[in-house]
Structure formats: C-alpha cells, structure tokens
Antibody
C-alpha cells in the first residue's frame, strides 16, 4: 500500500534552516509528482510546493518563494523540503502528498511532521 | 492567484441530514477541483477529484458537482463518521489554493 512518512521537523529559532524529508513506498515513485502542504495550529490547509515526477518543474506558494526549495531523489523514493530563513509564521504541521497519476490533486498524504519556529 | 471561498465556515447537522457545502473560485477553474476530509489530529483524506469523481473506497453518499467558479460537496445522509472538516482545492493553476475549510459539527 502507498505509504508516505515525513521526518525532520523540530523546534528552531527564527532565521534558521531545516530540511524536511518524505520517504515513500508502495508505488513507483518516479511516475508521480509530489506536494508539500502545511497547516498552522488550528488553521486551514496551505499548499506550499510541488515537484514534477522527474524534478524538472517546481512551484511554490508566494509565502515561501525564495526561502524554501523542493527536491527529490528518485533513487531513494524521497522528496525533500529545504526551508531557510524560517519565520514564526512558518510554524505548522507539514504534510507531503503524492499527486494523482494524471492530475495533480493530493491523492495520498503522509501523517505530517511538526515544525515550530520560536525564539 | 485563484482564491477559494467555502461556505459555510461551520455548520451543525444531525445524523441522517442531507448536507451541502459550497466552494467558490475567484476565477474559472473548469472542473479542476478536489475535496478533502480531515479529522482532528489526522492527515487530510481525498474524497473527490475532478469535481465529480469519487475516490476509491469513499462512500457513495458523498457527491460533488459544479464547474467554472461554483462547486458543491453533498453528503446525502450524514453518518457519525462524517463529522469532520472539509476542504476544497483547485488544481487548475499554481498556487494550488485550498478553501478555508468547513467544519461540520453534530447538532
């Protein structure tokens, strides 16, 4: 079955960096685009970033553009989110999600990893 | 960017009720819309994609409709397991924006 497991969250100070990982199994990873979506405590879902199946196309929310970078390693079935210059407002649960085979909705989701940015 | 607005933000209903949640897009998204269900402390779960297509394993009491800028999610007969928060998301153009959510509570 499809499994996505996020890791790398934690408590960091404003201005610092963090790299999130999403390890996957149960499907042919290099066939699918991948998303990162976040949810601040008590708030709604915010789409963060998307990377195409071969890594050639990458898109970002305006709120993270220039600070966050998405990447993937198809040999390791993993997707990453490098987060730099973190701000208080980046505090959130971060989910990775696999896209559909034909359309880029968020088909399967991981359980999330919590990032807390606080001094 | 395409803004997605859901209504209502919160609603109360009883088991057996028919419930409709509306999602409006700030510009046409054709039928590139998905619906998700999220329960407290859990990851979201895909219910419907491309406006009307039911994800495998999702009960048939869930249905979606619409096109262009106005969409609805309908639950034909509420079950206890359906009390959750529901989100729409457009995937016509980046950024792939979500609605703010509709929390469905027990009356």
């Amino acid at each position: 079955q499809v499994q996505l497991v996020e890791s790398g969250g934690g408590v960091v100070q404003p201005g610092s960096s963090l790299r999130l990982s999403c390890s996957t199994s149960g499907f042919t990873f290099n066939y699918y685009g991948m998303h990162w979506v976040r949810q601040a405590p008590g708030k709604g879902l915010e789409w963060v970033s998307y990377i195409s199946s071969d890594g050639s196309d990458k898109y970002y929310a305006e709120s993270v553009k220039g600070r966050f970078s998405i990447s993937r390693d198809n040999s390791k079935n993993a997707v990453y989110l490098q987060m730099n210059s973190l701000r208080d407002e980046d505090t959130a649960e971060f989910y990775c999600a696999r896209a559909g085979i034909r359309f880029p909705y968020c088909h399967y989701w991981g359980q999330g990893t919590l990032v807390i940015v606080s001094s | 960017d395409t803004q997605m607005t859901q209504s209502p933000s919160t609603m109360s209903a009883s088991v057996g009720d028919r419930v409709t949640i509306t999602c409006r897009a700030s510009q046409s998204i054709s039928t590139w819309l998905a619906w998700y269900q999220q329960k407290p402390g859990k990851a979201p779960k895909l219910l419907i994609y491309k406006t009307v297509s039911l994800e495998s394993g999702v009960p048939v009491r869930f249905s979606g409709s619409g096109s262009g800028t106005e969409f609805t999610l309908t639950i034909s007969s509420l079950q206890p397991d359906d009390f959750a928060t529901y989100y729409c998301q457009q995937y016509k153009s980046y950024p792939y924006t979500f609605g703010q959510g509709t929390k469905l509570e027990i009356k």
